[in-house]
Structures are given as C-alpha cells and as structure tokens.
T-cell receptor, first 114, second 115 residues
Framework: AQSVAQPEDQVNVAEGNPLTVKCTYS??????LFWYVQYPNRGLQFLLK??????LVKGSYGFEAEFNKSQTSFHLKKPSALVSDSALYFC????????????FGTGTRLTIIP | GAVVSQHPSWVICKSGTSVKIECRSL??????MFWYRQFPKQSLMLMAT?????????EQGVEKDKFLINHASLTLSTLTVTSAHPEDSSFYIC???????????FGPGTRLTVT
C-alpha cells in the first residue's frame, strides 16, 4: 500500500518570505512524487514531479521540491511567496508513471499574508 | 496542451434521478482516465480507473452499479450517478493520462448537489 502524509492542514506565510509545505510518503519500490495546486471550485493543476535524477525538482510558478530518500520526504518550497500562491496544495505518490494510480495526501491550505 | 474538460461544471438534481458527467481530453488521446471524488476540505479519493474499450476498475467500497463509468472513445469518459441521493453530493474530478508525457491532467471538476 502507498500513502502520503501532509502534517500541516494550514500554513501561513508573510508575502515575500520563503515557504515550505511538507510531505512524507510511503511506497514499495521507487516513488513517483507529485505536487498539485487547487484553487476554489477548480480541478488540480500540476506543479512538478520527481521520477528520477536530481533530487531538487523545479516546477511551475517558481516552486521547487526536494526529494529526500532517507527521510522519505518531498517538501514543496518557494523562495519568495506571493499572495497569489494562496491555495490548497496536494502531494501525491504512485508506484509508477503513466497509468499508475495516484494516492493523495489530505492537502495543506497555504495562505500568504500581504 | 493537455487540457481536460468536464461537463457540466455544476449540476443540481432531485433524489432518485440519474445524472451524467462527461470528461473529455481536448487535445490528446487518453487510453486511461481516472474518476475522483472530493468531499469539502478533504483530499481526493480515487473511485475508479477507466480504460478505453474495457470495463472500469473500481476501488474498494465504490458501488459499480451506482457509479456507472463508460470510456467509449480515446477522448471521452462518462460517469453516471444512478438513483442519486443527498449523500452523493460531492465534487467529482476526472483526470486523463497523456500517453506521450505519462502525466495525469485534471479536469476542472463537477459539483453535484442532490436535493
């Protein structure tokens, strides 16, 4: 079985400050890790993924995530937060790429304070 | 590219009626589509995997006779909620796999309210 934990339901960050949204995972074999963002009453938008290679993955809108195998973590980061980054963020894991189903975390609501 | 649409975006129906939700991949062919359900302030729960030309694979606990899935073409999958009840009210989201990229692209979701 595979699972994802997002330990923080809510994260508040002042505009311009760096932000981190935490994610840890559990999966048999090599993990395929994803971050998605959801705005109110909308579907999910893909931010970035880790499949293999460099542990630091860069994605859309200036976000990046660091894969840490020993800590089984895949935290989402951004050096300088924008008010427009306020949204619901989901971490997800699968055992493969393509047709493998995704298992999502419970989501973290990120609020950027002007 | 890789746009997924859903129709309708919002639907209200009376208890006991059926409602169909369409999921379309607009600019790519998708042999596999997924249907998710999201309750307020909760995560997405996978309901079923829909493969073109074959029967859908349902997750444990999902009633296949209640949530009918049809994937008749490489660009269209439909979810029909039969004999809907208020507890079926939820946000339903589909996703499609882009074969060339292997990534899941999500539709904007359909909010179903059963009165």
């Amino acid at each position: 079985a595979q699972s994802v934990a997002q330990p923080e339901d809510q994260v508040n960050v002042a505009e311009g400050n760096p932000l981190t949204v935490k994610c840890t995972y559990s999966v048999s074999g090599n993990p395929y890790l994803f971050w998605y963002v959801q705005y109110p009453n909308r579907g999910l938008q893909f931010l970035l993924k880790y499949i293999t290679g460099d542990n630091l993955v860069k994605g859309s809108y200036g976000f990046e995530a660091e894969f840490n195998k020993s800590q089984t973590s895949f935290h989402l980061k951004k050096p300088s937060a924008l008010v427009s980054d306020s949204a619901l963020y989901f971490c997800a894991v699968s055992r493969g790429f393509g047709n493998e189903k995704l298992t999502f975390g419970t989501g973290t609501r990120l609020t950027i304070i002007p | 590219g890789a746009v997924v649409s859903q129709h309708p975006s919002w639907v209200i129906c009376k208890s006991g009626t059926s409602v169909k939700i369409e999921c379309r991949s607009l600019d790519f062919q998708a042999t596999t589509m997924f249907w998710y359900r999201q309750f307020p302030k909760q995560s997405l729960m996978l309901m079923a995997t829909s493969n073109e030309g074959s029967k859908a694979t349902y997750e444990q606990g999902v009633e296949k006779d209640k949530f009918l899935i049809n994937h008749a073409s490489l660009t269209l999958s439909t979810l029909t909620v039969t004999s809907a009840h208020p507890e079926d009210s939820s946000f339903y989201i589909c996703s499609a796999i882009s074969g060339s990229r292997g990534e899941q692209y999500f539709g904007p979701g359909t909010r179903l309210t059963v009165t």
